[in-house]
């Protein structure tokens, strides 16, 4: 393919502000769909962005659009909006010439608006304004065309309005891309190299590696190298999205597509890697990735202690669509052996955790979320992702917590309440600027304990849903942190400890002391529990003893029956955590996470 | 009997060195169904009667060549509200019975009854066909907690059918009665014992209510219309109990069970102890040789299935080894004399003895009053690991 006839964009832009729609009315405009197939949000097809209407990996697909005379091929990347999924972004945007900075007509521009933006524009992508929802009663297209013109240096008349619903403008948009989008300008003579921007895996292929091809060209049936670690293998089949794979002979500088390779070896394909030809080699691989740092930890640990083998596969192969999942093995006295695994956020955790779980049948028990914190022992730093690691009190220097920079977008009008939540979350106001004179966008310095459980929540309570959070890793800051355990008849239960500031230690000690009483069911033996800071007790409570727990009547003889609820009740315990004699249930270890994101006296 | 030879026959399947058994029969017929109660009993099926004794007999005929080589040691006429079949007919039941059966001279046969379904006559009737035991639905002395568990007769009545028992001539009478009713306090159920033991009954039953899904009372419950009774206040009860039939001089012999010297209910004892017995009737239970048996449960589909000549059952079981471990622990347990101490691993019991829920007796581990009450916790945590059932958690 004439490389001139070739337009690589995607769509970016805060959440729900209708990425995805206007992706299916380019797949209607350029009928890359069968009416009767086409469903709303089309390219969100996992069964949990349809559940949740929302996108959370972003979709390649190939469009071909007859334009004067010619026809282009489109290659469409939609992406995701919310903050966890930033990651998928950022690697859509590499594979990219262009961008569609989207912003809805009623909303106006939010905080990964401007995360998004400032992403494209490093990228060195040509980014297309585009005020979306215009035909909604409460739209403000010019008022919004005017902020997004501000935003990229652009003039207003340059904005294109479009309802992604209706369609109105969409025709307009796509003739704008092909003008303003520049086409790609690798070299088809040259060595191949082509970057794996993403990856998934089929039960049936193995590994499937999608690819922007820079420079050269692949075949079906051609010896390639990974080039990172030189592996080689024999390419099994080449095609493109459109929207579903459908085989090609050959994809070549510019076109976006996908590799299988028949390779079974998961940790191959790695995203951020370039392929090459073993035939003729590439001298230069292409800049990969900067690796996600995580944001959040959490100890997933199979239900049924014997699928741990079964989890560390499915992780293995989830891996390979989520390229920000990170995990190591460990064990936890109380619920035996899983892994520590890092997310970037806690919607990221949540859909890990059901795909995990549904994917592959799983049925896991997630531990509190934590941050990384940074032990300092005289010129040590030791690095502790879970919180029962964190040596006792008195054994080292300091400790370090993770800042953020967090970016709000609010109503100018609300400024005074998100300040004062920043400021109760320990935040250092580093500026702010108005977008326009209606709204503002703060920058604060928080840690990021503090606003990845419950501030986004707060913060929407505060602003009646006006204000929108975009936050960064910054680096990490000395905070006076302590940790706290969870005890069981006097024996710590590792999977309940928790580090957090000293001030707020009391009554985070005091509300998981209680949910504990609350979950924890009445057993043989009267159950102590406390919470404490090193040898310091903070909390306790007491589950009383069971007292009576028998089938008063064996009726006639059917001791079936009795047999038969015992078993049911054994199953019920089977299914508990035992800790020393106590038996816990996995809700306990959940209800850990909740006490976690609205500790008592904070709420709203 | 030394413990030892008492544990041999207490293997359930082991079809009792002596080939002994018992024999249950079912009477599905109430005067009204109460509240609480999921048992195989219908009101206003009475006009089946003759037609259901018809059954019986039927079902002795087809089932006796089986039980030729055992001999009934007890014999126990449940229901429903056996009582609500005329006394001649209970006796003539008897009567056919007997002739099919092996019985011991001197077996225990016990007829349940409901007050206000006996009079002096046919307690006498009952007397002279043999039945030389009779257990009586009291459930409470407190009108009130009658009330609310939808029974039909007064205290008074009760008292009158226990006096005509003892007129009659019976001589071991059980009374049953029922605690933690929606209402009931502690100090109720205390009369109500006290009134119980003030009438010298030679046994005495006290059930701690459960609520069946299945029940008016469940549904009740599911509905939050009534609260689910309280099961720390049922402990209290069973304390109260207790203490009140031990001062007595009553034994407190299983978990829900008393009696004066000498008058344990046999041919309940032949439960807990795994002994075989017979079940006639509709949805009667049965178990010989590690097979559990029932037959259908409504009346009409059992006579149906008798009229064509076969046996009216309704499902069994066979027991793995895991599943037979697990109930002789179950049925062990609840019964004063407990189980052989080397059943469990060494220590297993530990802990619990220490807690006081269950006690050393020479070479046998038995539960306490206060470990009877958890029975089922109990069995679970010695059950773990031995007989196939798996300790919880890793
Ligand atoms: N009225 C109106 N609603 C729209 C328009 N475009 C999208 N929507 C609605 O906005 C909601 C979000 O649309 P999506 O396309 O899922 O948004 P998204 O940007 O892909 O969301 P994420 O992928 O989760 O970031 C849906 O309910 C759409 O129907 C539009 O032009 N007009
Ligand atoms: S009398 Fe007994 S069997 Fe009949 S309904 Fe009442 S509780 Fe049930
Ligand atoms: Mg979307």
């Given amino acids: 393919m004439d490389q001139r006839l070739i337009r690589n964009f995607c769509i970016v832009a805060h959440i729900d502000h209708g990425k995805s729609t206007l992706a299916d009315r380019f797949l209607d405009v350029t009928h890359a769909v069968a009416e009767r197939q086409m469903r709303e949000q089309y390219l969100d097809r996992m069964d949990l962005e349809r559940e949740r209407g929302i996108t959370i990996k972003a979709q390649a697909v190939r469009l071909a659009y007859p334009h004067d005379g010619v026809e282009y091929e489109l290659n469409l990347i939609d992406t995701p909006g919310h903050v966890d999924f930033t990651y998928e972004v950022s690697r859509s945007l590499a594979a990219c010439e262009g961008a569609i900075l989207l912003v809805d007509a009623a909303q106006g521009i939010e905080a990964q608006t401007l995360a998004n933006f400032h992403l494209a524009r490093d990228a060195g992508l040509s980014i297309v304004p585009v005020v979306n929802k215009i035909d909604l009663p409460a739209a403000n297209p010019d008022g919004v065309a005017e902020e997004l013109a501000e935003l990229v240096g652009a003039e207003p008349q340059d904005v294109l309005r479009v309802s992604a619903k209706s369609g109105a403008g969409v025709t307009e948009l796509l003739r704008a891309l092909i003008d303003r989008v520049p086409s790609p300008s690798g070299d088809p003579a040259a060595p191949l190299r082509a970057l794996v921007f993403d990856s998934s895996y089929d039960p049936y292929r193995g590994v499937v590696a999608y690819l922007r091809v820079v420079d050269g060209e692949i075949t079906g049936r051609s010896r390639v190298v990974f080039m990172s670690n030189r592996s080689t293998s024999e390419s099994e089949e080449v095609g493109v999205f459109a929207p579903d794979a459908s085989p090609r002979p050959a994809l070549t500088a510019g076109d976006v597509g996908y590799l299988i390779t028949g390779v079974k070896d998961l940790r191959q394909a790695k995203v951020g890697d370039t392929v090459t030809l073993a035939s003729r080699p590439a001298g230069k691989a292409l800049p990969g990735y900067r690796e996600p740092k995580p944001m959040v930890w959490s100890g997933l640990y199979p239900a049924e202690g014997g699928d741990y083998a079964v989890l560390r596969d499915a992780l293995d192969k989830l891996k390979l669509s989520d390229a920000a999942l990170v995990y190591e093995p460990e064990s936890s006295l109380a619920l035996g052996f899983g892994f520590r695994c890092g997310f970037l956020g806690l919607l990221h955790m949540d859909i890990v955790k059901e795909r995990l779980e549904r994917e592959f049948n799983l049925e896991l028990i997630a531990t509190a979320p934590n941050v990384e914190f940074r032990v300092i022992r005289q010129t040590e730093v030791i690095s502790v992702h879970n919180p029962s690691e964190m040596p006792q009190p008195g054994t080292y220097d300091y400790v370090e917590e993770p800042f953020v920079l967090a970016t709000v977008v609010t109503p100018s009008s609300f400024l005074g309440p998100v300040m004062e939540l920043c400021q109760q979350r320990r935040g250092s106001l580093q500026d702010l600027r108005y977008l326009s004179p209606e709204r503002a966008e703060v920058h604060y310095l928080l840690p990021l304990a503090e606003i990845i459980f419950d501030f986004f929540d707060l913060l929407k309570s505060r602003t009646r849903g006006y204000a929108s959070l975009d936050y960064e890793h910054w680096g990490y800051e000395r905070s006076d942190l302590v940790r706290v355990d969870l005890l069981l008849q006097g024996e710590a239960v590792d999977a309940f400890s928790s580090v957090v500031h000293r001030d707020k230690a009391p009554t985070y000690g005091r509300a998981m002391a209680e949910r504990l009483r609350e979950l924890i069911p009445r057993q043989l033996f009267e159950v102590a529990i406390q919470a404490t800071i090193g040898s310091r007790v903070i909390a306790r409570e007491t589950v009383r003893a069971k007292r009576k727990d028998v089938l008063a009547k064996c009726y006639g003889g059917d001791i079936t029956r009795k047999r038969k609820l015992l078993e049911k009740q054994k199953e019920g315990k089977r299914r508990m955590r035992r800790v020393g004699r106590v038996d816990v249930p996995q809700e306990a270890f959940i209800a850990a996470l909740r006490v976690d994101q609205q500790p008592a006296g904070r709420q709203p | ?394």
Wanted: glycine share 12%; aromatic share 8%; proline share 7%.
């Fill in chain 2, 1 to 394: 009997m030394t413990p030892r030879a008492r544990d041999e026959h207490v293997q359930p399947g082991s079809a009792g060195i002596d080939g002994s058994a018992g024999l249950y029969v079912h009477i599905p017929f109430c005067l009204t169904r109460c509240g609480y109660c999921d048992f195989n009993t219908y009101a206003g099926l009475e006009h089946l009667a003759g037609a259901y004794l018809e059954g019986l007999t039927l079902e002795s005929d087809l089932a006796a060549p089986e039980w030729r080589d055992h001999t009934f040691v007890s014999v126990f006429f449940g229901g429903g509200t056996p009582t609500m079949l005329p006394s001649e007919r209970l006796g003539d039941l008897l009567g056919s019975l007997r002739r099919r059966f092996s019985f011991d001279p001197a077996a225990e046969i016990t007829v349940e009854a409901n007050p206000d379904t006996v009079d002096g006559r046919a307690l006498a009737g009952l007397l002279a066909s043999g039945v030389g035991r009779l257990s009586l639905g009291v459930q409470s002395f407190d009108p009130a907690v009658l009330v609310s568990l939808e029974r039909v007769h007064s205290p008074q009545s009760a008292r009158t059918a226990f006096a005509a028992a003892r007129s009659a001539g019976f001589q071991n009478v059980n009374l049953d009665l029922i605690y933690g009713a929606n209402g009931e306090t502690l100090e109720s159920w205390r009369r109500t014992v006290e009134e119980a033991v003030a009438l010298e009954p030679d046994h005495l039953s006290c059930y701690a209510l459960t609520v069946e899904p299945s029940t008016r009372l469940g549904r009740k419950v599911a509905a939050g219309m009534v609260p689910p009774p309280d099961p720390d206040l049922q402990a209290d009860m069973y304390h109260v109990a207790c203490d009140l039939l031990g001062a007595a001089g009553y034994e407190h012999y299983e978990i829900s069970n008393w009696a004066t010297p000498g008058r344990r209910c046999l041919h309940n004892m032949g439960y807990w102890q795994g002994r075989p017995y017979l079940g006639l009737g509709a949805g009667a239970h049965s178990h010989r040789d590690g097979r559990r048996w029932w037959n259908v449960r409504p009346p009409r589909q059992y006579l149906d299935l008798l009229d064509g000549g076969e046996l009216p059952i309704g499902g069994e079981e066979r027991l793995s080894d895991a599943e037979r471990a697990t109930e002789r622990l179950l049925l062990g347990l609840r019964v004063a004399d407990g189980i052989p101490a080397q059943w469990l691993p060494d220590g297993r019991a530990t802990p619990f003895v220490e807690d006081g829920l269950a006690e050393r007796r020479g070479d046998r581990l038995a539960l306490t009053d206060r470990g009877m009450l958890v029975a089922n916790e109990l069995v679970l945590a010695f059950a773990a690991g031995i007989g196939g059932v798996e300790p919880p958690g890793p």
